[in-house]
């Protein structure tokens, strides 16, 4: 690196400067934190944070993508999979490449991810006034686009002078790894600033190691909730993302064998127990199992743990049905311990688990209904079947499922974001454990093929099987060619059904006309005929297309072998959904007008809404 060295101080540009201080900001484990920088470059990082990138070489490594989107896609999904023990960065130009981030920062923000975004920003010595990309805020001079970045980040800076590196990246680097408050960061770094020189203290770029705290809980929350539990008939645990960031999933799985207590998981949490487990009851809520919304409608007792009690999970409140019932929230920060009226405990997943395990003694509740169970595997298993080979019959999402499902192993991840497949994997996948990875914070479409890269690129070992229909996939679909480019393989099981098919079946259940969601409901001149192999293929990846589910599955295994991405289209019918399970969710209907299914969609509004709970 350039720069010349005096007693204790260095002087680097402050790009430079900040690419030297996160290359030595280790994991315990050894490894640095921010594993390299995904980058497309403009004027407004390249001579700056681009110079200092390219001089750090493999000391921290940089990526080319092809979005700044879907780049911090892939850096979200690897954090997802390290259980937040690693990050990545991705920096962008002003402007447009900054702004294309902000999605992904919401992203990283709902599902308390970390990942640091470095945006470059306009001149702090504002002499070029207006650079190319500059908004131009007429009522407030420190404005940017990146201000956009403040409600979806938790935590901005804006480095305006080179000095403050010193202080707004330990700041940094304090949220990504505060099991807390984690989440993503923005750095809005004036583009001239990355470029001016500064005397660096030479002790500011010794070596650092980064622990991931257990916060204690309060031992008079603890007793709470242990008096609370003794005095409890029919417990459920809900068991949400946070079991697995705490890694409270094996004592978790422990403690409710030993004491009886079926789990049900969230989106976030599923995969924690692994399916086979006796105590694992499947999903709640709308997305849920009969086994385990009847576990959760009879529980007089309801313990999260780990969970934000998004509506998904809790039916928007109806799934939880005992008027008897309590809740109980384990959670890492206070914000969601104390929502809907809870008990709370404030504390590490896995070290309060284990102050309420020791002090419950030998408390154990009576047989979970493992008849419930085993009717609902057997519901699961009909549902996702092989159809019987018909030419002129479509097979449905549950049969996509059940094909994957049959040719799964131990080391088999599913993932997916958004559209039909994210609720059917919920009720009908059965996760080993570790083998589940949703993004359903904010059910984005356009994560899954960058997001299932992002989860090779964390775990080289797993097998990545990436759910995607043909909307999200033409939402965002192009790191697809960075995966060819990096030698990354997984496979993209991409069913065509011509449209927005979940949301069309909501528009209908909602009383609305089918509208703008299929194709063949779009004001079109002309149906399209979209050569989805064609396409990947374009991309290098390895693509065909699956006459039948029994011809996807043999593919999916042949897949194993590449090392490029596969993408294997197959033609669904729209209109099945999940097959089986679920709950009610709210979605609200127009209160006046409409026709008589308008009305009859009001009615049901109004009987489920009725049911709502939404305080302990
Ligand atoms: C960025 C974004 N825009 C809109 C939505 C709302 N949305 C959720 S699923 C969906 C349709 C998904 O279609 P497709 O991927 O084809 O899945 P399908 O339901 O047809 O299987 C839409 C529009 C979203 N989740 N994310
Ligand atoms: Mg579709």
């Known amino acids: 690196m350039d720069g010349s060295e005096t007693m204790d101080t260095i002087r680097l540009t402050a790009a430079q400067a900040m690419m030297r201080w996160l290359s030595v900001q280790m994991t315990e484990e050894g490894t640095r934190f921010i594993e390299g920088v995904w980058a497309i470059f403009g004027h407004g990082n390249v001579a700056g944070i681009g110079e200092a990138l390219h001089g750090i070489g493999d000391s921290l490594p940089t990526w080319r993508g092809q979005n700044e989107q879907t780049m911090a896609h892939a850096a979200i999904a690897y954090a997802k999979t390290t259980r937040r023990r690693r990050a990545q960065a991705v920096t962008s130009s002003i402007g447009p490449g900054s702004l294309n981030m902000v999605t992904a920062a919401a992203l990283a923000h709902v599902n308390r991810l970390p990942v640091l975004f470095l945006c470059g920003d306009v001149f702090a010595n504002r002499r070029p006034d207006p650079v190319l ?85 309060d031992p008079v929350e603890v007793a709470a909730v242990v008096a609370a539990i003794r005095a409890a008939k029919a417990p459920v645990i809900v068991a949400g993302g946070g079991v697995l960031y705490a890694q409270a999933d094996d004592l978790l799985a422990d403690f409710a064998a030993r004491r009886n207590i079926p789990i049900v998981e969230t989106q976030a949490g599923k995969g924690a127990t692994g399916f086979e487990h006796p105590m694992n009851f499947g999903s709640p809520g709308v997305t849920g199992s009969a086994c385990g919304n009847a576990a959760c409608a009879a529980a007089d007792f309801v313990i999260g743990v780990g969970t934000r009690f998004q509506d998904f999970t809790t039916g928007s409140w109806t799934v939880f049905a005992n008027p008897d019932r309590r809740l109980v929230s384990i959670n890492v920060h206070g ?15 896995r070290v309060t688990l284990g102050k309420i395990d020791a002090a419950l003694g030998e408390t154990r509740f009576g047989a979970a ?34 094909a994957v499902q049959r040719i799964a192993t131990g080391n088999t991840v599913a993932m997916c974001a958004a559209g039909t497949m994210p609720g059917a994997l ?6 080993a454990k570790g083998g589940y990875h949703m993004e359903y914070g904010f059910s984005c479409m356009g994560y899954e093929v960058a997001g299932a890269m992002g989860i090779k690129l964390a775990d080289p070992s797993k097998e990545v099987i990436c759910f995607v229909g043909d909307g999200s996939y033409m939402m965002a679909n192009s790191e697809l060619a960075t995966a060819v480019m990096r030698r990354v393989p997984f496979t993209i099981v991409l069913t065509d059904n011509r449209g927005y098919g979940c949301i069309n079946r909501l528009q209908q259940a909602c009383g609305g006309a089918e509208f703008n969601n299929m194709y063949k409901d779009s004001a079109v001149a002309a149906q399209p005929e979209i050569d989805f192999v064609a396409h990947a293929a374009s991309m290098g990846a390895h693509a065909e297309k699956a006459r039948d589910i029994a011809d996807l599955e043999a593919r999916i295994i042949a897949a194993r072998g590449r090392d490029i991405p596969s993408v294997i289209v ?47």
């Not at 984690?182 to 030479?202: H, I, K, R, S, W």
């Not at 919920?426 to 996760?431: D, S």
């Open 570 to 616: 197959i033609d669904t019918e729209a209109v099945s959904g999940t097959g089986a399970g679920g709950h009610w969710w709210d979605v609200a209907v127009p209160a006046v007008g409409g026709p008589e299914r308008l009305e009859k969609a009001r009615a049901t509004y109004a009987a489920n809404s009725a049911r709502q709970r939404v305080f302990n």
């Open 133 to 217: 990309q500059q908004i131009e805020d007429f009522d407030d001079g420190t404005v940017s686009a990146n201000d956009c970045f403040k409600p979806v980040v938790r935590y901005f800076d804006r480095i305006t002078r080179p000095e403050h590196i010193l202080t707004a990246l330990p700041r940094a680097l304090r949220t990504m790894t505060d099991p807390a408050d984690c989440g993503p960061v923005c750095l809005a770094f004036c583009q001239d600033v990355q470029a001016e020189a500064c005397d660096y203290p030479v002790a500011f770029f010794e070596p650092r190691v980064w622990r991931i705290r257990r916060p204690e809980p």
């Open 426 to 431: 919920q009720v009908l996948w059965q996760a």
């Open 335 to 349: 914000y969601d311990a104390c929502k809907h009226g809870a008990l709370g405990v404030v504390g590490d997943a």
């Open 369 to 402: 209904d493992a008849k419930a169970r085993t009717d609902w595997h057997a519901t699961v298993a009909k549902v996702t079947a092989a159809p019987a080979r018909d030419a002129n019959k479509l097979p449905s999402d549950a049969q996509v499922i059940g």
